[in-house]
């Protein structure tokens, strides 16, 4: 996943660098989360699915059910929070950066990722019951991805912008609570698709 961050980023400064005045902050912003965005899915797609039915039925025997997705989500936050915090260094040093407030970007890519990775992990899950897991997946993650993604680019442009932190204090609430209502709402249905 990390090859495909850093070949992706590559990819993205060959096409610009023809027209290096080309870049604008937002565009440099959108591609970013795209990047991201495309990151999240490759890398968190595939959770339940690797999984084989004999290692699923000694999970079945060995642990509840909270605890799997539980930890299934933290694991996948951890890896998009590297695979987030490593793309952002390499792309701001390849593309520039034209961030003005670092730590707040840097508190929206914390939240962006586990968001991200919190959505698609229950959406592994579910998609995981059936044949066609890839199509299923990108159908059910949309509607929970996109309000988090224009809230993330929006809390992104204020980031860049360099306003001040009470102006984003909605972007951040509103994320937040995005993030836990998944996560709690994981915990709390996961047991009824793993019982399946």
């Known amino acids: 996943m990390l090859l495909y961050v850093v ?13 290096r005045g080309q870049l604008t902050p937002i565009v440099w912003n ?40 539980v930890s299934k989500i933290i694991y996948n936050s951890l890896v998009m929070l590297l695979l987030a915090g490593i793309g952002f260094g390499f792309y701001a040093f390849v593309m520039g950066n034209p ?23 229950l959406v592994a899950g579910i998609a995981s019951k059936a044949e066609n897991n890839a199509t299923l997946m990108a159908v059910l993650s949309f509607p929970i991805i996109l309000p988090m993604l224009l809230m993330t680019i929006r809390l992104a442009k204020n980031a860049m912008d360099g306003l ?8 951040i609430t509103t994320l937040l609570s995005i993030d836990l209502i998944v996560i709690t709402l994981s915990y709390l249905l996961f047991p009824f698709l793993w019982r399946s």
């Open 99 to 121: 961030v003005q407030d670092v730590g707040l970007y840097l508190i929206c890519i914390l939240l962006s990722a586990i968001g991200f990775a919190s959505v698609l992990t």
């Open 30 to 69: 959108t591609l970013f989360w795209i990047i991201i965005l495309f990151t999240a899915v490759n890398a968190i797609a595939k959770s339940f699915s690797q999984e084989r039915y004999g290692r699923l039925i000694y999970y079945y025997n060995l642990c509840s059910p909270q605890a799997i997705i």
């Open 7 to 19: 070949s992706t980023v590559f990819v993205c400064y060959l096409s610009f660098n023809l027209r």
């Open 164 to 171: 001040d932190w009470s102006v984003s204090i909605d972007e």
